[in-house]
T-cell receptor, first 113, second 115 residues
Framework: ETGVTQSPTHLIKTRGQQVTLRCSSQ?????VSWYQQALGQGPQFIFQ???????GRGNFPPRFSGLQFPNYSSELNVNALELDDSALYLC????????????FGPGTRLTVT | AQKITQTQPGMFVQEKEAVTLDCTYD???????LFWYKQPSSGEMIFLIY??????QNATEGRYSLNFQKARKSANLVISASQLGDSAMYFC????????????FGTGTRLTIIP
């Protein structure tokens, strides 16, 4: 196990609703990245947080937002859910400049109906 | 922009045989890193091996080795003496050494080891 935990494990939401996914980083890691993995695809980078500030963003609309807390845990918020948001959401934690030690959590599987 | 291409959607390999998973990449960066991850059905991405763009020798980690051919922009993963537990999705990924540390992934190869 990597020490990165995510909650919940599974989630079912209705189109138009809002969802919050949570990630608890490996102890001491100050950087967290979020990825979306649609079925049959590789993970796509959503954004990264370093010391509570967004530090890069992929090609995702503003309704995808995030937070990183002083204890380095993190949230991913998605507003106005769409059917295409159904995916596995992965978070990965690391120390800045030490990306070889980037550890992934088990993911949250979100289904939007 | 970075791009990873994995052309093998699925592979079947007999137990104890070696297997090569293909990966080609495209980037305009001079300094970058290449990664391979294993994703079992549980969903967690497990880091296997890393190759830096300036590393002259191919990376090895136990039964895993990375066949790095920079001129061809390929970074194939070789698994020697395959085991039943190797059955999983395998993703090739790359990261620029400039800017944030985002990983760009390919579409993956599903490897099935046959007893």
């Amino acid at each position: 196990e990597t020490g990165v935990t995510q909650s919940p494990t599974h989630l079912i939401k209705t189109r138009g609703q809002q969802v919050t996914l949570r990630c608890s980083s490996q102890s001491g890691h100050n950087t967290v990245s979020w990825y979306q993995q649609a079925l049959g695809q590789g993970p796509q980078f959503i954004f990264q947080y370093y010391r509570e500030e967004e530090n890069g963003r992929g090609n995702f609309p503003p309704r995808f937002s995030g937070l990183q807390f002083p204890n380095y845990s993190s949230e991913l918020n998605v507003n106005a859910l769409e059917l295409d948001d159904s995916a596995l959401y992965l978070c990965a934690s690391s120390l800045v400049d030490r990306a070889l030690e980037q550890y992934f959590g088990p993911g949250t599987r979100l289904t939007v109906t | 922009a970075q791009k990873i291409t994995q052309t093998q959607p699925g592979m079947f390999v007999q137990e104890k045989e070696a297997v090569t998973l293909d990966c080609t990449y495209d980037t305009s960066d001079q300094s970058y890193g290449l990664f391979w991850y294993k994703q079992p059905s549980s969903g967690e991405m497990i880091f296997l091996i890393y190759q830096g763009s300036y590393d002259e020798q191919n990376a090895t980690e136990g039964r895993y080795s990375l066949n790095f051919q920079k001129a061809r922009k390929s970074a194939n993963l070789v698994i020697s003496a395959s085991q039943l537990g190797d059955s999983a999705m395998y993703f090739c990924a790359m990261r620029s050494n400039f800017g944030n540390e985002k990983l760009t992934f390919g579409t993956g190869t599903r490897l099935t080891i046959i007893p």
